[in-house]
């Protein structure tokens, strides 16, 4: 069973980067699609973007000028950078697999909120 | 770009009620590629119905999905305790590539 983890600094300050890791234990990376989504304070769910397994990627057309995600097959990790930051950023941010057929969502991290907050 | 429409945004039952839920786009999809989320608080979404209608690995039987074209559902037969949650659909495909409904919360009467 895939488990996936999120790390990273839980504040960042307006006009910063938002930078976070998501380290997948138990299972391949291959052949996955690896993501982003987020979830404002009592809102819905926004996906950011992906990075398929071989590393090309494709992102959410509002966010596209901002992000970059990148995957680390050796180490089982992918990241999540997010440039010039503003308070609408401040979100739970999850990473999650999903498949190569039906692209779904199958596994999931814990989230972790990020404060965009001097 | 394809927006996902869930209906009502808050449905109010008792244990035992069967809960229907909506899910319309604005223009059709396909049906493998529709799939639906539940989510309690503090907790990531858990894949339920995936391809508008089949069940997740581990999804009680109580849990149906079915649609076609524009608009879909999710039934809950008889809503246990731990079905009070919020329910995301969620479709690939267009521009942008992923999205999701607004969610739907079931929530105790």
């Known amino acids: 069973q895939v488990q996936l983890q999120e790390s990273g600094p839980g504040l960042v300050k307006p006009s910063e980067t938002l930078s976070l890791t998501c380290t997948v234990s138990?299972?391949?990376?291959?052949?996955?699609?690896w993501s982003w989504i987020r979830q404002s304070p009592g809102k819905g769910l926004e996906w950011i973007g992906y990075?398929?397994?071989?590393?090309?990627?494709h992102y959410h057309p509002s966010l596209q000028s901002r992000v970059t995600i990148s995957v680390d097959t050796s180490e089982k990790k992918f990241s999540l950078s997010l440039t010039s930051v503003t308070a609408a950023d401040t979100a739970v941010y999850f990473c999650?697999?999903?498949?190569?057929?039906?692209?779904?969502?199958?596994?999931w991290g814990r989230g972790t909120l990020v404060t965009v907050s001097s | 770009e394809i927006v996902l429409t869930q209906s009502p945004g808050t449905l109010s039952l008792s244990p035992g009620e069967r809960a229907t839920l909506s899910c319309r786009a604005s223009?059709?999809?396909?049906?493998?590629?529709l799939t639906w989320y539940q989510q309690k608080p503090g907790q990531a979404p858990r894949l339920l119905i995936y391809g508008a209608s089949s069940r997740a690995s581990g999804i009680p039987d109580r849990f149906s999905g079915s649609g076609s074209g524009t608009d879909f559902t999710l039934t809950i037969s008889r809503l246990e305790p731990e079905d009070f949650a919020v329910y995301y659909c969620q479709n690939y495909g267009g521009s942008p590539l992923v999205t999701f409904g607004g969610g739907t919360k079931v929530e105790i009467k």
């Open positions: 223009e059709g999809i396909s049906s493998s590629y």
């Open positions: 999650a697999r999903m498949g190569v057929t039906g692209f779904r969502f199958d596994s």
């Open positions: 990075v398929y397994y071989s590393g090309s990627t």
């Open positions: 138990s299972g391949s990376m291959s052949p996955y699609y």
